[in-house]
């Protein structure tokens, strides 16, 4: 070979040798990278400020003068943390917004029964108590939380990222909800004065915690517990409301 070819093969055989180092230290780093994820899936996530979304179900049931209702629904949830981490002691943590959309709602009620009410005599204007035909059984509907404030709280977990929250949300029931009497009735020559029904709009202000519990890089199991009210602000002929629910969700989510 002359000397110019052996220049051109030695030239070829280091840069072969320069490539083979590189790709050996950017797969080394990628696998170091990888395996730090591996890790610490919780820190990943945090630092990334993923995008978080997936699947859940909730179920739950009222308190007090509501506890024999139960609430059943199933949705999507969408989520991003939107700040770097801030320090504040033992209420460091990250700030998030979320929403959600429950296509599937239903509340199971008492069946159909009669209730003692306070009614008004049309003629006297005096009260009496009257037995009143409640209605009830099944409703149905979709419920929307557009807004979903989200604090996830800064842990030294490498599974199990904690948080709490506040949240608003608009439900629509086929029909009125939650039940209440029906129409006016006349007891004992007494005529009741009835206000009417309730609404097919209610508000859901909520505020919880739960955590995430990263089953790898990635992915988590979620559980949380929520106190919900659910309310008509009025639109409705009356509204009794439920002053509060307590509801467990659990739900998959994948990170991006």
Known sequence: MTRTTKFFVYFLMAGSIATGISIAAQTSNGAGVANAAAANPVAQVREARSWEYGPFVNYGAGVGDRSQYKFLSAGF???KPLTPVFHA??????????????PFWQAYTPAPHLANYSCIDE????????PLQVGGGTFTGVSLTPVILRWNVLTRSRRIQPWFQAAGGLIYTTHKFPPNYL???TING?????????????FSPQGGAGIHYFTRAKRSIDL???GVHISSASLGDRNPGVNASIQVQLGYTFWK
């Open 89 to 102: 002691g033992l209420l460091s943590g990250q700030f998030e917004f979320a929403g959600n959309i429950m």
């Open 183 to 185: 129409g006016t009735q």
């Open 224 to 226: 949380g517990v929520s």
């Open 77 to 79: 949830q969408l989520g």
């Open 123 to 130: 003629t006297t204007g005096l009260p009496f108590t009257c």
């Open 190 to 202: 007494q005529t009741a004065y009835l206000d009417g029904g309730t609404c097919v709009w209610n």
